[in-house]
């Protein structure tokens, strides 16, 4: 697992805190496309990533926006598949 | 309230109220349909253009402040602070500086169509004003570390282009009265090197940085070409400023060679991010845009055999076609037919709307107006090579059917928002 993954008991995480514009799409659409992702994990960014939701809906998965992890640590999104 | 909640109102603050950048967009729109109606009317007076108060100075300042000034500014307005992760600190400037924009260029045009010297003198004045305003707006965005360096950095030398472009421009608008100017040709062309290459040139590449991996879902391309061709280019841009003022063939040429490695630079990125996206399919957006990246070099190319005396004398035209109308129009109607989409999606999702759309639609409508952008832009070029007015007269035709299909396309796009309006902050 690289730095910016890691697995822990509510699931894999994925860190895409830092990266310029548009690159945090591109990790979590990759990491979907490329199944690494599962069923489920979950992302740590550092602004709700509007542009995002409807590739996720094209790709059948929904978010839940779960807050942050502290003051200036970014937003934390629950994502996980639900069919097409 | 929730923590969640909170966070949401955090990170949506960042988006204007979207009749902010709507209403830049809209002007945008309606002054391309704008400087093909003034093509198609004033044909005559296009191909004998010879610099002075025209309708050709009318119909260019339609196209470089009422479509590609107003797209820039409604983009950086919304784009930036999105990708900055800092909002503007309030928002009616935004909205005095669509008010005096509009205003100064109504003021512009009624003067140089009209031959009404202190309006047009107004005009340019208001102009000027709006785009300092923007500056200054934009500035305090870009001085933020972290993310998106080198698209600040692109935005950052194209506001000092821009703050010198006004300036030039405001000049030049008084020099028709108060005569001060040594020579009006030599400082009109410093204003068009600053302000096609510099201010809109500069953004564009920029934008690029943020935009094309963004709609091929590709990475941000390498910084340190990125900064390489940024420094060739505003070398070149200097140059060109500096040949244009003094009148010296040497510097143009060396500008123009400047700009051609710096734009060598640039697509090689732009070609990385395109070759690496996931998404490969980019549809008629990026034949317009990829259309673009060819007249950009031969614009400078162009510029450069001018500059020598080797184009004829015709050249001239032929140069301005290509930097205005072959890259910068291009290149604007093809990202906005995907920023506008991507606007109200945002704004919908910000909303908790039903899901929307990222990609254009109404294709047709866009098919028509990039097979009538090019068409027009031949003719154009036929009518400047050859001096025969009915071929400007057809582009202005054939051109203002595409900019029509265009406007519709950008109503049924905001048809949308009318449907499920978000509410305005």
Request: proline residues 4%.
């Amino acid at each position: 697992m690289s730095e910016r993954r890691w697995q822990a008991a509510d699931g894999l995480h994925l860190d895409v805190r830092g990266l310029p514009c548009p690159e945090p799409m591109v990790e979590i659409l990759g990491a979907i496309d490329r199944g690494d992702a599962g069923q489920a994990f979950i992302v740590h960014i550092d602004q709700e990533p509007l542009m995002l939701y409807p590739k996720l809906e094209e790709r059948g998965w929904t978010h839940e926006l779960l807050g942050s992890a502290g003051s200036g640590a970014g937003v934390r999104l629950s994502l996980r598949y639900s069919g097409v | 309230m929730t923590l969640a909640a909170g966070f949401l109102r955090g990170a949506t603050s960042r988006l204007l109220p979207v009749s902010v950048p709507l209403r830049f967009f809209a002007l945008a729109v309606l002054s391309q349909l704008g400087l093909w109606l003034t093509v198609f009317i004033y044909a005559e007076a296009l191909t004998a253009f010879r610099g002075g108060l025209s309708p050709a100075l009318g119909a260019l300042h339609i196209l470089t402040v009422g479509m590609l000034a107003s797209t820039v500014i409604g983009a950086s307005l919304q784009i930036l602070p999105v990708a900055t992760g800092k909002a503007l600190p309030a928002v009616w400037p935004a909205r005095l500086i669509f008010w005096l924009l509009l205003a100064g260029l109504g003021g512009f045009l009624g003067g140089v169509l009209g031959f009404r010297l202190l309006l047009f003198m107004a005009g340019g004045a208001a102009l000027g004003l709006a785009l300092l305003l923007f500056a200054m707006l934009i500035a305090a965005n870009l001085w933020r570390p972290g993310a998106q360096r080198v698209a600040a950095a692109y935005a950052g030398a194209g506001l000092m282009a821009l703050l010198a472009t006004a300036a030039l421009g405001v000049a030049l608008a008084l020099d028709f009265e108060l005569g001060w100017i040594p020579s009006h040709a030599r400082t009109a062309l410093a204003h068009l090197v600053l302000g096609g290459y510099g201010f809109m040139g500069l953004t564009a590449l920029g934008f690029s940085h943020v935009l094309v991996p963004m709609f091929a879902l590709s990475k941000a391309p390498a910084a340190r070409p990125a900064y390489l061709a940024l420094a060739v280019a505003l070398a070149g841009i200097v140059s060109g400023v500096a040949g244009a003022l003094v009148d010296s063939t040497a510097l143009l040429v060396a500008a123009a060679a400047c700009g051609l490695v710096a734009v060598a630079v640039h697509l090689r990125l732009m070609r990385h991010s395109l070759q690496t996206g996931m998404r490969k399919r980019l549809g008629l957006s990026f034949v317009l845009v990829r259309g673009a990246w060819v007249a950009l070099p031969l614009s400078l190319l162009t510029g450069g055999l001018v500059a020598v005396g080797w184009a004829g004398q015709r050249a001239g035209l032929l140069f301005g076609i290509l930097l205005f109308g072959g890259w910068l129009q291009s290149f604007v109607t093809g990202t906005l037919q995907r920023i506008l989409p991507m606007l109200v999606s945002m704004h919908m999702v910000a909303a908790r709307k039903r899901k929307t759309w990222l990609e254009p639609h109404a294709d047709r409508l866009l098919l028509v107006h990039a097979v009538a952008h090019g068409l027009a832009l031949a003719a154009l070029l036929i009518a400047a090579l050859t001096g025969w007015s009915g071929a400007a007269r057809a582009a202005g035709l054939v051109g203002s059917l595409g900019a029509l299909a265009f406007v519709a396309f950008s109503a049924d796009t905001a048809a949308g928002l009318l449907q499920n309006p978000p509410r305005e902050g």
